[in-house]
C-alpha cells in the first residue's frame, strides 16, 4: 500500500496499433527505485533489449515523474525521458523541468510508456485520463513553440506539451525533447527516438491532486529544504540573479573552460559570454520551473544587431559555453541566438555547440574538404556559428545532414575520431578534466555517455571549499557518491540544482514524507547505486566495455597551453582503479556478483 | 490592516503558490483548488498571479441572495460563509478578478481568505512577487521606490543631464 506521491498507475501506449492500457505501479518498484529515472529504467531493462538498435520500433520511450513531481518540495517538476539513446546506444535518461511533469500527474498517470511505431505522424492527447490519438501532419516539420502553440490550441489553452522538433523528426542523434515549449530534455539523442516513432508530442492535462503520506511531516520538510536554500549563496544568489552562465567567469578563471574544441581551456573574452554579460544584454526576466524558488531558467530577448527582435527561453551555462568558447565565439547575440535555434528545432545544445567546434577545427586543419563546407569554418567567427547550427538543425544539404549526426560521426566521416571532443560519443559540456580533474572521471564512467549531471564534482572542486581541483586523491569517491546521489533525487522528480544547498538526508526526508516509505540519507543512497549498477548492467549487455570508460586522447596527453591550468593533463587512470574498486566491480569495469547481491539486484545481471 | 501585495515583474511563473494554497485548503497539492492564480502568456513567457482583492464594494457580496459574502470591516477582507450558501455561483458571474471560483469537481465556490492572516502561498513565494504587509507600508514602500527614481532624475538635472 502506498499512502502518497504516486498516483498509482502508468499509461501504456502502442502506436503501431493504437491501443492504450493502464497498469497499476508497482510498490516493490517504488520502493527500490522511486520512480522517474531508476523506475523507468527498470521498466527499460525488463522490456528492451539491450542490443536492439535505438531507432527500431522494439525500443521503447518511458517518461517518467517521480513522487515529488506536483507538490511543493522546491523544484520538484523534473520529467524524466527514459530510452536506449539514439547518439550512442548505452542507456539514456534526459531530464527536463517545465511543468509537464506535473500535470502529467494531474491527468493520473506517474509515467507513460510509448511503444511501436505509429504509420503516420501523431500526437497523444491525454486529458483527465482519456488518451487520443490526434493526427499530426499538419505538424510535422513545424517549430517547438509553433507546435506548442497549435497543440494547445487544438487540445486545451491550459495542457503542457512534450514535443520534438523538426531534428528529432529527421532522426538527429543530437536531437532532444521539448517539455513547455522550451525546457529540454536534450541528451542522448533522446528526439531521434521519439521521431523514429512518427510520434510529435504529446498535450497533457489533469484535474486531480496529488496526495502525500505524510502532511505535517511534508510540510515541515518542505519548510526546512526552502529555507536552506533562501539562505544558500548560489541557490538564491548567483542562479538567480545571473542564471547558471554565473559559472563562465569562475570556471575561466580557473583555465578549465574548453576553448576551441578544446584546444585551450582558458578563454580571454570569456566575460563577454558571462552570465553577468547575459544580464546586462539580453535578460528579461528569471523564470522558474514547477515550484521552483531557484528560477535559473531566462527569458530573453535580442536588442540589436543581425538577430535583433529574436527572443525566447535561455541560454543557460553549457549553451553559452558551446557555442561561445567553445567556437571562440565572443558575440553574446550570436550564442543566444544559437540557442535559439536549438530550443526551436528541438537539438541539444551542449552536442550541437561542440559539434560545430569539432567541424572548425577539422576545416582549419584541413582534413575537412573546403568543398564540404557551404562556407569558412573559423574560430571566432560569430555568423559562421549560427550558420553551422541552422544548417545542422534544417538539415537541407550533406553538410547539414553529417553535423546533425553529432561530433564524434563527423570526426570520424574526416578520419580524425580523436578530434571529437567526447566519450562514449556523447560530447562532454562546459568542464576541462585537465584543470578540474575529478569531473573527467565523471565524463568517462557516467552511463549515458560524457556528462556532468550525473556527478557534478564541480560542487566540490570548485564550487565550495574542500578538495582541490587539481589533485587526483578523494575524487573517486566523491564522484561515486554524487553519482549515487544523483540517481536517487532523478528517481524523486526534483532537480540536481537543489544540491547546491540540500544533502542527501534532506532530499531524503522530503521523499519520506511524500511516499511514507522508510527511507533515510543511507537508503537514499543505496537507492542511487542500485539505479547506477542497472543501468551499467545494461550498457554491459549492449557490448560497451571498460575501453569505453576512457576521454578524448587530447585530454589525456596535451597539456593545456595556458592559464592558470598551463601544463596540465588528465591522469584518469590515477582515479579509474579507485573508482572501480569503491563500486565493487572488477578491473574490468563489470559489477562483481557480491555487490549486485547486496544492492539486490543479481537477476539483472 | 494586512493586504495581498501582488507584483507580476516579479514572478517567475513556478505557480508554488497555487500548490501551496491547494495544500494549506484541501490537504491535497491541486492547482484547481488553489484560490491563487497565475497566468502564463507563452508568447512572451510573462507571468501574472491574480487573487481575491477583499474590494470595499464588493460585487461578489452584493449579487449573493443569501449573505454567504459578507465583508469584513475588522481585517478588511470578504469572508465566505459556506454553511450559507447555496451554489448559484452569482459570485463567480460578478466578480471582476475572475478571483472567486469553482474548486476542481466544479461544486463548491473557494476564495481567498488570507489563511486567516498567514498566507501559505507567500511562504513559497522566493521571489517575494507575493508579500503580505500593513495596507500602510505598502503604499509607503511604493512611494520609497517611486520617489528613489525621481532622484536619480533630479541628480541627473542636476549635472545638466536633461531626461
New interface residues.
Given amino acids: 500500500m502506498i499512502d502518497g506521491g504516486y498516483q498509482g498507475k502508468i499509461l501504456r501506449v502502442n502506436l503501431t496499433d493504437q491501443s492504450v492500457r493502464e497498469e497499476p505501479l508497482r510498490e516493490d518498484w517504488a520502493r527500490e527505485f522511486i520512480g522517474g529515472r531508476g523506475y523507468g529504467t527498470r521498466m527499460l531493462v525488463e522490456e528492451v533489449d539491450p542490443n536492439v538498435d535505438p531507432l527500431a520500433p522494439e525500443n521503447k520511450v518511458i517518461i517518467a515523474t517521480g513522487p515529488l513531481d506536483?507538490?511543493?518540495a522546491p523544484s520538484s517538476g523534473r520529467v524524466m525521458v527514459i530510452t536506449k539513446g539514439a547518439l550512442n546506444g548505452a542507456i539514456a535518461s534526459s531530464n527536463a523541468g517545465g511543468?509537464f511533469g506535473p500535470m502529467l500527474k494531474?491527468a493520473g498517470y506517474d509515467m507513460v510508456v510509448i511503444e511501436g511505431v505509429s504509420p503516420t505522424p501523431v500526437y497523444l492527447w491525454i486529458n483527465k485520463g482519456r488518451v487520443e490519438f490526434r493526427d499530426a501532419s499538419h505538424l510535422w516539420g513545424k517549430l517547438v513553440p509553433e507546435s506548442?502553440?497549435l497543440m494547445?490550441e487544438e487540445t486545451h489553452l491550459q495542457a503542457e506539451t512534450m514535443i520534438i522538433g523538426p531534428a528529432g523528426e529527421r532522426l538527429s542523434r543530437i536531437s532532444g525533447v521539448m517539455f513547455s515549449?522550451h525546457r529540454a530534455s536534450g541528451r542522448t539523442g533522446v528526439g531521434a527516438v521519439v521521431g523514429s516513432k512518427n510520434l510529435k508530442g504529446i498535450a497533457v492535462r489533469g484535474?486531480?491532486?496529488?496526495?502525500?503520506a505524510d502532511?505535517d511531516a511534508f510540510?515541515e520538510a518542505?519548510?526546512s529544504t526552502?529555507s536552506i536554500?533562501?539562505a544558500n549563496p548560489v541557490a538564491?544568489g548567483g542562479l538567480?540573479t545571473y542564471g547558471s552562465a554565473v559559472l563562465v567567469n569562475i570556471i575561466n578563471s580557473t583555465g578549465s573552460l574548453p576553448a576551441r574544441n578544446a584546444q585551450e581551456a582558458f578563454f580571454p573574452e570569456a566575460a563577454k559570454i558571462s552570465g553577468e554579460s547575459l544580464r546586462d544584454h539580453n535578460l528579461?526576466?528569471?523564470?522558474?520551473?514547477?515550484?521552483?524558488?531557484?528560477?535559473c531558467?531566462r527569458?530573453t530577448e535580442i536588442r540589436e544587431g543581425k538577430y535583433k527582435g529574436e527572443?525566447g527561453?535561455g541560454p543557460e551555462y553549457e549553451s553559452v559555453w558551446s557555442f561561445g568558447a567553445m567556437c571562440g565565439v565572443s558575440d553574446l547575440d550570436a550564442v543566444v541566438m544559437a540557442n535559439f535555434l536549438c530550443d526551436r528545432y528541438g537539438l541539444d545544445t551542449i552536442s550541437a555547440g561542440s559539434t560545430v567546434a569539432c567541424a572548425m577545427e577539422l576545416y582549419e586543419k584541413g582534413y575537412m574538404p573546403k568543398d564540404d563546407a557551404p562556407f569558412a569554418l573559423r574560430f571566432g567567427d560569430a555568423e559562421a556559428m549560427v550558420d553551422c547550427v541552422r544548417a545542422m538543425a534544417e538539415q537541407k544539404d550533406d553538410f547539414g545532414k553529417l553535423l546533425a549526426q553529432g561530433s564524434y560521426r563527423v570526426a570520424e566521416y574526416y578520419g580524425h575520431p580523436e578530434l571529437s571532443m567526447s566519450a562514449k560519443k556523447q560530447e562532454f559540456p562546459a568542464y576541462d578534466p585537465r584543470g578540474i580533474k575529478g569531473i573527467g572521471l565523471e565524463y568517462a564512467t557516467s552511463n549515458r555517455g560524457a556528462c556532468h549531471v550525473r556527478g557534478y564534482s564541480i560542487a566540490a572542486e570548485v564550487l565550495a571549499p574542500g578538495l582541490d581541483r587539481l589533485v587526483y586523491e578523494g575524487k573517486a569517491q566523491v564522484t561515486k557518491f554524487l553519482q549515487d546521489l544523483t540517481a536517487a533525487l532523478d528517481s524523486a522528480g526534483i532537480c540536481l540544482f537543489t544540491t547546491f544547498g540540500l544533502q542527501a538526508a534532506d532530499l531524503a526526508q522530503l521523499v519520506a514524507a511524500a511516499t511514507g516509505f522508510r527511507i533515510d540519507e543511507k537508503e537514499f543512497l543505496t537507492i542511487g547505486e542500485r539505479i547506477w549498477n542497472m543501468e551499467k548492467l545494461f550498457n554491459l549487455k549492449a557490448g560497451f566495455t571498460a575501453k569505453d570508460d576512457t576521454l578524448p586522447p587530447r585530454i589525456l596527453h596535451d597539456p593545456i597551453p595556458a592559464g592558470p591550468s598551463k601544463g596540465e593533463v588528465e591522469e584518469l587512470d590515477k582515479m579509474l582503479g579507485e573508482y572501480y574498486t569503491l563500486r565493487g566491480w572488477g578491473k574490468d569495469s563489470v559489477p562483481t556478483r557480491a555487490r549486485l547481491t547486496d544492492l539486490g539486484i543479481a537477476e539483472l545481471a | 490592516m494586512r493586504v495581498l501585495v501582488l507584483e507580476p515583474a516579479k514572478c517567475t511563473g513556478c505557480r508554488a503558490c497555487m500548490d501551496a494554497c491547494s495544500f494549506e485548503k484541501t490537504g491535497v497539492f491541486n492547482p484547481l483548488d488553489a484560490r491563487i492564480n497565475v497566468t502564463t502568456f507563452h508568447e512572451d513567457l510573462t507571468f501574472v498571479p491574480s487573487v481575491c482583492t477583499q474590494c470595499e464594494i464588493p460585487y461578489c457580496a452584493q449579487v449573493c441572495p443569501t449573505g454567504a459574502l459578507v465583508k469584513n470591516a475588522e481585517t478588511g477582507r470578504v469572508d465566505f460563509l459556506g454553511e450559507k450558501c447555496i451554489g448559484c455561483k452569482q459570485c463567480v458571474v460578478a466578480c471582476p478578478w475572475g478571483s472567486i471560483r469553482l474548486n476542481h469537481v466544479g461544486k463548491e465556490i473557494i476564495k481567498c481568505d488570507h489563511c486567516d492572516g498567514d498566507p501559505a502561498c507567500v511562504k513559497v513565494c522566493s521571489p517575494k512577487a507575493l508579500t503580505y504587509v500593513e495596507v500602510e507600508d505598502m503604499v509607503a514602500s511604493k512611494q520609497a521606490g517611486v520617489a528613489g527614481a525621481y532622484r536619480k532624475i533630479a541628480e541627473e538635472m542636476s549635472r545638466g543631464v536633461n531626461p
Avoid at chain 1, 207 to 212: D, F, Q, R, S
Avoid at chain 1, 284 to 295: F, H, K, S, Y
Fill in positions: 506536483g507538490t511543493t511543468y494531474r506548442d502553440q494547445r515549449g484535474t486531480l491532486g496529488v496526495a502525500v502532511h510540510l518542505v519548510r526552502r536554500l533562501a538564491s538567480p528579461v526576466r528569471n523564470e522558474g520551473c514547477a515550484d521552483c524558488p531557484l528560477a531558467g527569458v527572443h527561453g
